[in-house]
């Protein structure tokens, strides 16, 4: 019925299925950036209302090698998706790796960090109103570092038994995207906690 | 992907063939399925069976103030009742209903098959069947499983301190946070979807402004979304380490605050109001057309007060705060927004009757409930602006006048407009239509019950009735105002009785009908009724917002004018 044989180009069209995956990513990422933002929110109104010691200035250090290493991964993985593209699995299976030892880092660095700060600094997520947003905050991105770390690493099992091929590229760029925002609200976790309110 | 079958030929005739199978096999279908129609009529259903829920809540809550110093029930068992009743009509009721709209609808009007991502779908569907049903696993395991009678007591908004491990013993409130919290992750899940398929699924031809202003409007819908659902699951999130790590983020005595968890709560609080009355401007937008014979006054107009709406919806949440005490530079803001977001709405109202000016009106019950939706809509828009002047809501915030406000809104205009988008579309969804005998009935019912209750339910909010009360003295004076609020419901319930027997009849002995039966101008209207599971044979394309308008009159095309 409304079907008739008029030809409609393409170019009407900027945005077509096969970009719904990453149209679908940018929509997760506009979510999650809200959820953050509150946590953010929060951490910015608590800063230095807390009753009691400690406080950050006492505790925190910069953690400069491990974000280093995390804002790294954005590139390696930037590089492992180019390999891919032009269809270097290997290239693209060993900067993927890369990626995933960047990330584990990173999560060590945090563990490390934590467990200092429980054991020897004595704060913790009750101690005082610090603790509370800088547990939650902190722990929220780390959390994120963890799903996307979990992501990559199943993608590096599926290239180590070969099943990933040139053709997934644009999959794996959406997932790409993904580990690229988790990178970026480090940005923001970093200054805000280690820079802003310390 | 493409089949060479005209669209006038169907491959596929799925319910009769369902009948016949045994009962196990249809069960799995529907528990299995990522089809966008099934998924849409099950989120309907649910969202169904929850209003009716809700509604019984509410009806017992009524006949509890229906006289003075009554002992029907508890004040706990009253407290119990108004936050159920609150948490299931929004989160459960609503909100699955409208999104059953967006699912069924959307990809039909938009020419596609189904939806950008049909199991993320089936998924955000089960996910908020789950947290219906862990709040209200909470009545036999809100304090551990021996007794009944412990649903969550803290209100909807469940506000600091209330919530904290003192005051909140048990499980109960626990319950109502993950159960808002898993059913927020499902909804982020649609808007993710509809705002997906939106842009990328549209069929050729079928650009932005070439919408209906149904998908323009749940477009929007769904943004807000995207933008409102994070606030509500941060702030439950915190509240969860408040109560199980011992955090202090509303813990007053640690240097927390109250006030801040308001702040979170109506961020997400008020973008929900229009999270729901998008989608039901979008069910009235596609109505008052039809049965206008016209098409809609002001297309662009409609579209840059949605988004403007979308936009300003998000600036407006402290005036749920007046009453809290805040700056005078704050309560002038959030006056000044909120009276600001009429504006775009009142548009919207001038731009509907201007689509009715004019034309052909056929008053079929669809469009009687679009002219109920429209008077009572701007009822509840009138008493919105008084509201929004900070001094009125010193005076009348937390009555029943703002009870009587918002429940103008969400009955008199988001459910009005639900009952009309039924009327309409269920010829599409089963191939039957809904006896219009029976149907006004439910449309005088209810339009009786409704403004029995809700009209004199703004008086004793205007006396003094503060909100949440259990019950009250007989010498205040509010009494015979109780009751007559409290005899509208029996009217509502009628009608709603009559809707449900209606749905039901129609559903197994209704006559049959056409594809087009409305002779409407949208691109659901030109597959079959029932639609078949890939909805279009051949993807269609179209010239202008109404595809079938120039199918039907090639002499005359919309085109020609756009």
Same mark, same amino acid.
């Given at each position: 019925?409304?079907?008739?044989?008029?030809?409609?180009?393409?170019?009407?069209?900027?945005?077509?299925?096969?970009?719904?995956?990453?149209?679908?990513?940018?929509?997760?990422?506009?979510?999650?950036?809200?959820?953050?933002?509150?946590?953010?929110?929060?951490?910015?109104?608590?800063?230095?209302?807390?009753?009691?010691?400690?406080?950050?200035?006492?505790? $925190?250090?910069?953690?400069?090698? +491990?974000?280093?290493?995390?804002?790294?991964?954005?590139? +390696?993985?930037?590089?492992?998706?180019?390999?891919?593209?032009?269809?270097?699995?290997?290239?693209?299976?060993?900067?993927? $790796? $890369?990626?995933?030892?960047?990330?584990?880092?990173?999560?060590?660095?945090?563990?490390?960090?934590?467990?200092?700060?429980?054991?020897?600094?004595?704060?913790?997520?009750? +101690?005082?109103?610090?603790?509370? +947003?800088?547990?939650?905050?902190?722990?929220?991105?780390?959390?994120?570092?963890?799903?996307?770390?979990?992501?990559?690493?199943?993608?590096?099992?599926?290239?180590?038994?070969?099943?990933?091929?040139?053709?997934?590229?644009?999959?794996?760029?959406?997932?790409?995207?993904?580990?690229?925002?988790?990178?970026?609200?480090?940005?923001?976790?970093?200054?805000?906690?280690?820079?802003?309110?310390? | 992907?493409?089949?060479?079958?005209?669209?006038?030929?169907?491959?596929?005739?799925?319910?009769?063939?369902?009948?016949?199978?045994?009962?196990?096999?249809?069960?799995?279908?529907?528990?299995?399925?990522?089809?966008?129609?099934?998924?849409?009529?099950?989120?309907?259903?649910?969202?169904?069976?929850?209003?009716?829920?809700?509604?019984?809540?509410?009806?017992?809550?009524?006949?509890?103030?229906?006289?003075?110093?009554?002992?029907? #029930?508890?004040?706990?068992?009253?407290?119990?009742?108004?936050?159920?009743?609150?948490?299931?009509?929004?989160?459960?009721?609503?909100?699955?209903?409208?999104?059953?709209?967006?699912?069924?609808?959307?990809?039909?009007?938009?020419?596609?098959?189904?939806?950008?991502?049909?199991?993320?779908?089936?998924?955000?569907?089960?996910?908020?069947?789950?947290?219906?049903?862990? &709040?209200?696993?909470?009545?036999?395991?809100?304090?551990?499983?021996?007794?009944?009678?412990?649903?969550?007591?803290?209100?909807?908004?469940?506000?600091?301190?209330?919530?904290?491990?003192?005051?909140?013993?048990?499980?109960?409130?626990?319950?109502?946070?993950?159960?808002?919290? #898993?059913?927020?992750?499902?909804?982020?899940?649609? @808007?993710?979807?509809?705002?997906?398929?939106?842009?990328?699924?549209?069929?050729?031809?079928?650009?932005?402004?070439?919408?209906?202003?149904?998908?323009?409007?749940? *477009?929007?819908?769904?943004?807000?979304?995207?933008?409102?659902?994070?606030?509500?699951?941060?702030?439950?999130?915190?509240?969860?380490?408040?109560?199980?790590?011992?955090?202090?983020?509303?813990?007053?005595?640690? /240097?927390?605050?109250?006030?801040?968890?308001?702040?979170?709560?109506?961020?997400?609080?008020?973008?929900?109001?229009?999270?729901?009355?998008?989608?039901?401007?979008?069910?009235?937008?596609?109505?008052?057309?039809?049965?206008?014979?016209?098409?809609?006054?002001?297309?662009?107009?409609?579209?840059?007060?949605?988004?403007?709406?979308?936009?300003?919806?998000?600036?407006?949440?402290?005036?749920?705060?007046?009453?809290?005490?805040?700056?005078?530079?704050?309560?002038?803001?959030?006056?000044?927004?909120?009276? @600001?977001? @009429?504006?775009?709405? /009142?548009?919207?109202?001038?731009?509907?009757?201007?689509?009715?000016?004019? /034309?052909?009106?056929?008053?079929?019950?669809?469009?009687?409930?679009?002219?109920?939706?429209?008077?009572? =809509?701007?009822?509840?828009?009138?008493?919105?602006?008084?509201?929004?002047?900070?001094?009125?809501?010193?005076?009348?915030?937390?009555?029943?006048?703002?009870?009587?406000?918002?429940?103008?809104?969400?009955?008199?205009?988001?459910?009005?407009?639900?009952?009309?988008?039924?009327?309409?579309?269920?010829?599409?969804?089963?191939?039957?239509? &809904?006896?219009?005998?029976?149907?006004?009935?439910?449309?005088?019912?209810?339009?009786?019950?409704?403004?029995?209750?809700?009209?004199?339910?703004?008086?004793?909010?205007?006396?003094?009735?503060?909100?949440?009360?259990? *019950?009250?003295?007989?010498?205040?004076?509010?009494?015979?105002?109780?009751?007559?609020?409290?005899?509208?419901?029996?009217?509502?319930?009628?009608?709603?009785?009559?809707?449900?027997?209606?749905?039901?009849?129609?559903?197994?002995?209704?006559?049959?009908?056409?594809?087009?039966?409305?002779?409407?101008?949208?691109?659901?209207?030109?597959?079959?009724?029932?639609?078949?599971?890939?909805? =279009?044979?051949?993807?269609? #394309?179209?010239?202008?917002?109404?595809?079938?308008?120039?199918?039907?009159?090639?002499?005359?095309?919309?085109?020609?004018?756009?």
């Amino acid at each position: 019925m409304a079907a008739t044989t008029m030809a409609v180009p393409q170019s009407e069209m900027p945005l077509s299925a096969h970009m719904r995956g990453k149209v679908g990513m940018w929509c997760l990422i506009a979510a999650e950036s809200a959820i953050f933002s509150i946590f953010v929110v929060a951490y910015l109104y608590y800063a230095g209302k807390s009753l009691s010691g400690p406080t950050p200035a006492q505790v $925190l250090e910069v953690p400069i090698f +491990t974000s280093i290493c995390l804002f790294s991964s954005s590139l +390696t993985i930037l590089v492992a998706e180019k390999a891919l593209h032009i269809g270097n699995i290997k290239r693209f299976g060993a900067f993927w $790796l $890369l990626t995933i030892v960047l990330g584990v880092i990173f999560l060590l660095g945090t563990a490390r960090e934590w467990h200092g700060l429980i054991y020897e600094k004595g704060l913790t997520i009750s +101690t005082n109103l610090f603790g509370t +947003t800088f547990y939650s905050l902190v722990g929220l991105h780390a959390f994120h570092v963890i799903v996307g770390a979990t992501g990559l690493t199943i993608i590096m099992i599926f290239t180590a038994l070969g099943h990933v091929r040139q053709e997934h590229s644009e999959r794996i760029g959406v997932f790409a995207m993904y580990w690229h925002f988790v990178d970026a609200i480090w940005v923001v976790v970093l200054s805000v906690v280690y820079f802003i309110t310390r | 992907m493409y089949d060479a079958q005209p669209m006038s030929r169907p491959m596929v005739v799925s319910p009769e063939r369902a009948g016949s199978r045994p009962l196990v096999q249809v069960l799995h279908d529907w528990i299995v399925t990522v089809d966008h129609k099934k998924l849409g009529v099950m989120y309907f259903s649910y969202g169904i069976l929850f209003l009716v829920i809700g509604g019984v809540e509410a009806s017992i809550m009524r006949a509890q103030l229906a006289v003075a110093n009554n002992h029907l #029930v508890s004040p706990e068992t009253f407290n119990r009742l108004f936050t159920m009743h609150g948490t299931t009509m929004i989160f459960f009721a609503a909100m699955p209903i409208v999104f059953g709209f967006a699912n069924y609808l959307m990809p039909l009007m938009i020419g596609a098959r189904d939806m950008a991502f049909p199991r993320l779908n089936a998924w955000s569907f089960w996910m908020s069947a789950l947290g219906g049903i862990i &709040l209200y696993f909470s009545f036999i395991g809100g304090s551990g499983l021996y007794g009944a009678g412990t649903a969550p007591d803290v209100g909807w908004f469940a506000y600091a301190p209330l919530t904290s491990p003192a005051f909140s013993v048990g499980h109960s409130t626990d319950y109502w946070i993950i159960g808002i919290l #898993v059913s927020g992750f499902g909804s982020i899940g649609t @808007a993710l979807n509809v705002l997906t398929t939106i842009l990328c699924m549209r069929c050729p031809g079928m650009k932005l402004y070439r919408m209906p202003l149904f998908a323009w409007m749940n *477009t929007v819908m769904a943004v807000l979304v995207l933008v409102a659902i994070g606030p509500l699951t941060a702030a439950q999130i915190m509240l969860l380490i408040d109560r199980y790590l011992g955090g202090h983020f509303f813990d007053t005595q640690a /240097g927390g605050s109250a006030v801040i968890w308001m702040h979170f709560f109506w961020i997400f609080g008020h973008p929900e109001v229009y999270i729901l009355v998008l989608p039901a401007f979008a069910i009235v937008s596609e109505v008052i057309p039809v049965f206008s014979r016209k098409p809609i006054f002001g297309y662009s107009i409609m579209v840059a007060a949605t988004v403007s709406i979308g936009f300003i919806s998000l600036g407006v949440w402290a005036h749920h705060m007046f009453t809290v005490g805040m700056t005078s530079y704050a309560n002038a803001f959030f006056v000044a927004s909120t009276a @600001a977001i @009429a504006v775009p709405t /009142g548009i919207k109202i001038f731009n509907w009757l201007g689509t009715m000016w004019g /034309g052909k009106i056929r008053y079929s019950v669809a469009m009687m409930f679009c002219v109920g939706f429209l008077c009572q =809509f701007l009822i509840a828009g009138l008493t919105g602006i008084m509201l929004s002047a900070a001094p009125f809501d010193w005076q009348l915030g937390n009555s029943y006048f703002v009870v009587a406000h918002f429940h103008y809104v969400i009955l008199g205009g988001i459910v009005m407009a639900v009952f009309a988008g039924v009327y309409y579309w269920f010829p599409k969804v089963t191939g039957k239509m &809904l006896s219009e005998t029976l149907g006004k009935w439910h449309f005088w019912l209810f339009v009786i019950g409704f403004h029995l209750t809700f009209d004199f339910m703004h008086i004793p909010g205007l006396l003094g009735m503060p909100r949440r009360i259990y *019950t009250y003295d007989a010498s205040r004076g509010w009494e015979i105002w109780n009751l007559i609020v409290s005899i509208g419901v029996i009217f509502q319930v009628l009608g709603i009785l009559f809707w449900v027997v209606n749905l039901i009849i129609t559903f197994y002995k209704g006559k049959k009908t056409g594809n087009d039966p409305w002779d409407a101008w949208t691109l659901e209207w030109s597959t079959t009724s029932p639609p078949p599971d890939y909805n =279009f044979a051949t993807i269609p #394309v179209v010239r202008s917002r109404r595809p079938l308008w120039d199918s039907k009159h090639p002499e005359d095309p919309d085109w020609k004018y756009e």
